[in-house]
């Protein structure tokens, strides 16, 4: 398996512009997390998924942010209209979980600035 | 639900020095206790695991021991070369909550 996959790695857009980032997590595993990481915030749990349903999204900052998983093999973390205080780099995470040895797979992270 | 203290870096060190990076967890539960490292412009990734109490990780020559009576998980390395040189997240993992929450990561840095 090739891993986690996120695109686009690097996203430079204006202020008010809709952003999509994607991702494709590991074929079989169950759950799926996005994080967003910062200097000022370190690493910090937005949204997570499990069996493409969201089980908890307290960590989705305001409504100009959501995130969809219509199946099994793809997600999106949207943000509209983008901010500046929204550049950082988001993280995908898969994993299988229910079994308490489980590791958590990141992909390369897409590095978001908003100007 | 779960939260991770870990010590404020940067750990600056010369090559060859001995390592250790302070992380103690509250958790509910009986978590399972894990240890990523993150290279610059890369993803986490695993670097070693406990899942009960007096395990022991080993990765790399990193270790770690779950203490379950101090809630601590420090990592340690005998003897620290450049390449390790990252940032370090400690993570707690229960089964009620299946989500992983992270520290805030402690930077390492190596010198030659």
């Known amino acids: 398996d090739a891993g986690v996959i996120q695109s686009p790695r690097h996203e430079v857009t204006e202020m008010g512009q809709e952003v999509t980032l994607r991702c494709k997590p590991i074929?079989?595993?169950?759950?799926l997390f996005w994080y967003r990481q910062t200097m000022m915030r370190g690493l910090e749990l937005l949204i997570y998924?499990?069996?493409?349903?969201?089980?908890?999204d307290s960590g989705m900052p305001e409504d100009r942010f959501s995130a969809k998983m219509p199946n099994a093999s793809f997600s999106t973390l949207k943000i509209q209209p983008s901010e500046p205080r929204d550049s950082a780099v988001y993280f995908c995470?898969?994993?299988?979980?229910?079994?308490?040895?489980?590791?958590?797979?990141f992909g390369q992270g897409t590095r978001l600035t908003v100007v | 639900g779960n939260s991770v203290t870990q010590m404020e870096g940067p750990v600056t060190l010369s090559e060859e020095a001995f390592l250790t990076i302070n992380c103690t967890y509250t958790?509910?539960?009986?978590?399972?206790l894990f240890w990523y490292v993150q290279y610059p412009g890369e993803g986490l990734q695993l670097l070693l695991k406990?899942?009960?109490?007096?395990d022991k990780g080993s990765n790399k020559g990193f270790e770690a021991t779950y203490r379950k009576e101090t809630t601590s998980f420090h990592l340690e390395k005998g003897s620290v070369q450049v390449s390790d040189s990252a940032v370090y997240f400690c993570a707690p993992l229960s089964y009620n909550t299946d989500k992983l929450i992270f520290g805030t990561g402690t930077r390492l840095q190596v010198f030659p």
């Open positions: 406990a899942t009960k109490a007096d």
């Open positions: 074929s079989g595993h169950n759950s």
């Open positions: 958790a509910t539960g009986y978590p399972s």
């Open positions: 998924f499990n069996n493409n349903v969201p089980i908890d």
């Open positions: 995470a898969s994993s299988m979980v229910g079994n308490l040895n489980t590791e958590a797979f």
